[in-house]
């Protein structure tokens, strides 16, 4: 079946750390890719998505890279900061009987501390 | 331009009460997908609409049922609810069903079922 599985937090890091969560799926087909980012008492956010092979998303200093062969869409990002503490969920999305839906991780709660 | 709203943010039922959960689609987007989010996990596709007819549906029971209005607005109702229905209930609209289209998601309705 098509499922998706990330790093379990929670992640806590210092202000200007790097961070990397990682995210494989497995699917039937050639999905799109998405990191989506929820912060606390709101709904989901698109933070970046990539839509084929080698396609890199990016967004707000993050980035992530569609690896086919990895199977893989980790999300990176340089220096994190306070206002990035949020929960961030990877997905994929499939188009199945013209129906499209997005099959999410289970999400990795991140804190950054100053 | 307007996003999706939901109503109401929250909401206690009793178990075996039935329950009507709304969302205003942004302007412009004919689909909306339902997700269940239980508390600490990610979302789940419960069913998506396309102008006015159910799109696809997820694994869950026929008790979850939902409509789509000519204005694109949906309703997701779930009849004799279980406690485990308590969660956080996700509406999505995009400007067409395809996974090439993003959906935007709605600040959500927190259902406590007691």
């Known amino acids: 079946g098509n499922s998706v599985t990330q790093m379990e937090g929670p992640v806590t890091l210092s202000e200007e750390a790097f961070l990397t969560i990682n995210c494989t799926y497995t699917a039937t087909g050639y999905p799109s890719l998405f990191w989506y980012v929820q912060y606390p008492g709101e709904g989901l956010q698109l933070l970046l998505k990539?839509?084929?092979?080698?396609d890199k998303g990016s967004n707000k200093g993050f980035e992530a890279t569609y690896r086919k062969e990895t199977t893989s869409f980790h999300l990176e990002k340089g220096s994190v900061q306070v206002s990035d503490s949020a929960v961030y969920f990877c997905?994929?999305?499939?188009?199945?009987?013209?129906?499209?839906?997005?099959?999410f991780g289970k999400g990795t709660k991140l804190t950054v501390n100053p | 331009e307007t996003g999706v709203t939901q109503s109401p943010t929250h909401l206690i039922k009793t178990r075996g009460q039935q329950v009507t959960l709304r969302c205003s689609s942004q302007s412009g987007h004919n689909t909306v997908s339902w997700y269940q989010q239980a508390l600490g996990q990610g979302p789940q596709f419960i069913f998506q609409?396309?102008?006015?007819?159910?799109?696809g549906r997820g694994n869950f029971p026929p008790r979850f049922s939902g409509l789509q209005f000519p204005n694109y607005s949906s309703e997701l109702n779930v009849n004799a609810l279980e406690l485990d229905d308590s969660a956080l209930y996700l509406c999505a609209s995009s400007f067409d069903r395809g996974q090439t289209y993003e959906q935007y998601f709605g600040p959500g309705t927190r259902l406590t079922v007691t």
């Open positions: 609409y396309y102008r006015e007819e159910e799109n």
């Open positions: 997905a994929l999305s499939l188009t199945q009987g013209g129906s499209e839906k997005l099959v």
């Open positions: 990539a839509t084929k092979a080698d």
